[in-house]
């Protein structure tokens, strides 16, 4: 399995606050995504990235923004949480010749 | 816009049986398709791959076949077990879609009963 990590695993926040979500692969892969699964929607891509400082907007954009300054560390930032993000947020990564996408362990957020 | 749907939402059968899990797509012109198990509290996995040039993928107890023209694939599996259960989420790759992009399915929960 391609080795991706997602910090943190777990959190709470309130509504208005800033929240970054960190994403992280050992793999070289060049491409890395965002997604949200809720129940009812199945998953969903929030923004993708095709390269360091390539990145573009998926299904579910509006709220999100996201950076990526390295090959391995893609970064989702909500600029001011809304009780509509709590959501579980999975990463994935992947090589443009295999189209397989590998998936990390996701994370919880809660906004209350 | 390409919809993906996988019917039935939730699956139990007894152990040792076989069994079929269908998803159907509304946009025929698809690059691939896969299909990913899902285990409670984490990722997804990737179970097969197939082109939009092939009609089946094989790996274990596990079949997927796709009909592009008619906008549908089925996962078989084999003699299912207790180690089976969990969802299963079908995703395609619309072919005028660059960088991978996939639209998923809500997915099948499969329970495998002792």
């Known amino acids: 399995d391609a080795g991706i990590t997602q910090s943190p695993r777990h959190k709470v926040t309130e509504t208005g606050t800033p929240v970054t979500l960190r994403c992280h692969q050992t793999e070289n892969h060049r491409y890395m995504y965002w997604y949200r699964q809720d129940p009812g929607h199945g998953l969903r891509l929030i923004h993708y990235?095709?390269?360091?400082?390539?990145?573009d907007k998926g299904e579910v954009s509006d709220g999100y923004s996201v950076s990526r300054s390295k090959t391995e560390d893609f970064l989702l930032t909500l600029e001011s949480a809304t009780s509509s993000q709590t959501s579980v947020y999975f990463c994935?990564?992947?090589?443009?010749?295999?189209?397989?996408?590998?998936f990390g362990p996701g994370t919880r957020l809660t906004v209350l | 816009k390409q919809e993906v749907t996988q019917i039935p939402a939730a699956l139990s059968v007894p152990e040792g049986e076989n069994l079929v899990l269908n998803c159907s797509f509304t946009d025929s012109a698809i690059y691939n398709l896969q299909w990913f198990r899902q285990d409670p509290g984490k990722g997804l996995t990737s179970l097969l791959l197939i082109q939009s040039s092939q009609r089946e993928q094989t790996s274990g107890r596990l079949n997927a076949s796709l009909d592009k023209s008619s906008g549908r694939s089925t996962l078989y599996i084999a003699a299912s077990q207790p180690g089976d259960s969990a969802t299963y989420l079908c995703a395609v790759r619309p072919g005028d879609q660059g960088a991978q992009k996939l639209v998923f399915g809500q997915g099948t929960r499969l329970t495998i009963n002792p």
């Open positions: 994935a990564s992947g090589t443009s010749g295999t189209d397989t996408q590998y």
């Open positions: 990235s095709y390269g360091v400082k390539d990145t």
